[in-house]
């Protein structure tokens, strides 16, 4: 097990030379959204986990962890627990985390029948204890964040001082299942950077499931009906819009690091696929929510016969291709479109730490799988290069053997987590990212 540390305490703002994930600090004044493209000053404080602890999560009964290195490897064979501990830290950011699972899923088998996950940080509004876990009414599907010992007001709250961005083996198939999936990894980009935006998408979905009910009942209801339209086409706008607006600043964001084109990870466009962005694309909001509305109530007949909507926000798919070879990911081979992939979740990382003012955390299990030579080592040196504290996983050692001298690595088994040999043998992780 690791052995006790006390973390660092937040380093002081500075600026230096370029480097990805970076961000500007002006005046004390963090940017947003709309900070200017393409001006990237590179500042000291950074988000770092400095203590995990699991109480009877997922194979875990009991575990405290404190990573040590900037870059820590979770090794180990399947079923060992890796992505167990990656899961635990994702529940620690709003969201449902990186394998999306209920609540009820996550207590251990055989265990009491709750669960618990808190983390200690340094933040850029210092240190910061977040927990989440069982509802204290003991519902097993309902999870409860704290900050700080207390209840958070809202999920912005703890949006404000942590973030985190993943990539799984399941987003290796992303291109060969149906569109529901490249949605779903579409609107987990956005709630990093919109909190309003899943409460869009439940309102959309939620009416529109009312409204396929009603439907499939022949209660013809025309006020109830419409009224439910209404709200699917005020939520189907706004969530396509804010879908969109992702896209452009993903499009936008270059592929590079430190100025240098990276091209085993070759630039992308995203594309949204999508009746209702079409239309948003040349008119404005209002009148794409009155066009939205009318069809709706046009295709009542319709979609009472074929038992589900045709037309809405719950539609969207998102195409991805490579520019320079003009491939669409779908087309292209397994390693191809991992590393489309990773480009993604690169230049989103960028953004939120624009966005925000820290590099979120970086998730990758099993990050190696289906990369070449090539592209693998252009990963780690992306990694090094990185001020994000990054955890990931594996089943071989030696596959990430050309971190050692950067990175310290864990063996994952029966529950607890050994120091593994050959690797970086570290001082407690400093807040500024001075270890080791």
């Known amino acids: 097990m690791s052995t006790p540390s006390q973390p660092g305490q937040p380093a ?12 500007v600090i002006c005046a004390g004044v963090i940017p947003g959204p709309l900070s200017p493209p393409g001006v990237h000053c590179h500042v000291r404080i950074v988000l770092r986990l400095h203590r995990l602890t699991l109480t009877d999560f997922r194979n875990y009964a009991a575990l405290t962890w404190r990573p040590r290195a900037r870059i820590s490897v979770l090794i180990g064979p399947n079923g060992s627990g890796k992505t167990n501990l990656l899961e635990a830290v994702s529940l620690l950011v709003p969201g449902r985390g990186l394998r999306g699972s209920r609540g009820a899923d996550l207590p251990r088998r055989g265990g009491p029948g709750y669960w618990a996950v808190a983390g200690k940080f340094s933040t ?5 204890d ?10 097993s599907d309902r999870r409860v964040f704290r900050l700080d010992g207390t209840t958070p007001r809202n999920q ?3 949006a404000s001082r942590a973030a985190a961005v993943w990539l799984t083996p399941r987003m290796d198939r992303l291109f060969q299942e149906g569109a529901s999936g490249r949605r779903r990894f579409l609107d987990r980009l956005v709630w990093a950077l919109d909190a309003a935006h899943a409460r869009e998408v439940a309102a ?3 009416a529109m499931v009312q409204r396929n009910r009603l439907l499939a009942e022949r209660r013809a209801e025309p006020a109830w009906l419409s009224g439910l339209e209404d709200a699917m086409a005020r939520h189907g706008v706004a969530a396509t819009a804010a879908r969109m607006a ?9 592929p590079t690091l430190d100025g240098a084109v990276t091209s085993a990870f070759p630039a992308a466009r995203i594309d949204l696929v999508c009746a ?3 239309r948003l694309a040349i008119s404005p909001a209002l009148e794409v929510e009155d066009w939205l509305r009318a069809e709706l109530a046009a295709n009542r007949g319709r979609d009472a016969a074929s038992g589900t909507t045709v037309l809405g926000a719950h539609r969207a798919d998102m195409m991805l291709t490579d520019l320079e070879s003009r491939t669409e990911a779908g087309l292209a081979s397994t390693g191809q479109q991992k590393a489309l992939l990773i480009g993604v979740i690169l230049r989103h990382a960028r953004l939120i730490a624009d966005a925000r003012g820290f590099a979120p955390l970086l998730l990758l299990d099993e990050p190696a799988v289906h990369l070449d030579e090539q592209r693998r080592a252009a990963l780690f040196q992306a990694l090094r290069e990185s001020p994000a504290q990054v955890i990931m996983s594996g089943t071989d050692a030696a596959t990430f053997l050309p971190l050692a001298d950067h990175a310290e690595a864990w063996r994952a088994h029966a529950g607890e987590l050994r120091p593994e040999p050959g690797f970086l043998a570290c001082s407690p992780l400093s807040s500024d990212g001075v270890t080791c």
């Not at 230096?16 to 961000?23: D, Q």
């Not at 992702?246 to 936008?252: D, E, G, H, M, S």
């Open 246 to 254: 992702l896209v452009r600043r993903l499009n936008a964001e270059p």
């Open 276 to 278: 209702i962005a079409n």
């Open 12 to 23: 002081a703002a500075g600026t230096g030379c370029l480097k990805p994930f970076s961000f």
């Open 204 to 206: 959309h979905d939620g």
């Open 130 to 139: 977040i927990g989440t876990g069982t509802a204290p009414d003991g519902i």
């Open 156 to 158: 912005a709250e703890i």
């Open 124 to 128: 850029i509004l210092g240190e910061t």
